[in-house]
């Protein structure tokens, strides 16, 4: 089997990457341009494709951006602050998002002749986005199966669906995945800031993991204020 791995250039999806090729089944690498404040993850993208020798292709989304309204990652809308669980975390949502690029990739998947899709969705971002939860990957699969009925046979692979961010992390070590070389942060600064939920949720994964995290942090003690918020039951 060879997969298409939808791959932005954070922790998971470069993670789920490394792990397709330790299996020989990571045939290519396919990156989405929406229109994301963050979008220098796109880089780390293209990275990690060339590090494990397959083709990245970036499909520009960019006319839909000023359609795709009221999100942090698309609009003039502040990136909250604060553990990813937080209701604030809603603002991050992208209309549709997972279901647009799944569509836009199994497209590319039957046309490359792959037999599946990979995304790295994990059980950490079934609190607010309802395009990366169990039911909703195994009706795009049913769906997908009608649509290509008679013409190409593609799998989703989720690998990661049931599980943490901190198993993420785990593997990641396991793999020997270049962890600095990955970009969750949702500001896209020159550094990740160290607030944002991305940054929040990865520092927590590896803390967790019990794995190094080599990532530079703009402010290096706010998750730690965090965590005795929340061990105060504040």
């Known amino acids: 089997m060879t997969a298409l791995a939808i791959v932005s250039g954070g922790l998971d999806s470069v993670t789920l990457a490394y ?23 796109l880089r780390f993208a293209a990275l990690a494709a060339e590090r494990l020798g397959v083709p990245h292709a970036v499909i520009d989304l960019t006319s839909l951006t000023p359609h795709l309204k009221g999100s942090a990652l698309t609009d003039s809308v502040a990136v909250p602050d604060g553990h990813y669980a937080a209701d604030s975390m809603k603002q991050t949502i992208v209309p549709n998002r997972n279901a647009i690029m799944l569509t836009l990739a199994f497209g590319v998947a ?24 169990p039911d909703f990957a195994e009706a795009f699969e049913r769906m997908q199966e009608k649509a290509l009925e008679g013409m190409w046979k593609i799998k989703l692979l989720t690998p990661y669906i049931t599980g943490s961010k901190s198993d993420i992390a785990r593997r990641a070590a396991a793999l020997q995945v270049p962890i600095a070389d990955t970009w969750s942060c949702y500001k896209g600064g020159a550094i990740h800031c160290g607030r944002c939920g991305t940054c929040v949720e990865r520092r927590e994964a590896f803390a967790l993991a019990g794995v190094d995290d080599p990532t ?12 005795r918020k929340n061990e105060a039951g504040g």
């Open 110 to 133: 039957a046309a490359e002749g792959r037999d599946a899709v990979a995304t790295a969705i994990h059980a950490g971002d079934h609190f607010i986005y309802p395009d990366c939860r």
């Open 19 to 41: 792990d397709l090729a330790a299996e020989r089944q990571l045939g290519s690498i396919l990156s989405f341009d929406y229109g994301q404040r963050h979008k220098k993850e």
């Open 216 to 227: 530079v942090y703009e402010d290096r003690d706010y998750w730690i204020e965090e965590c």
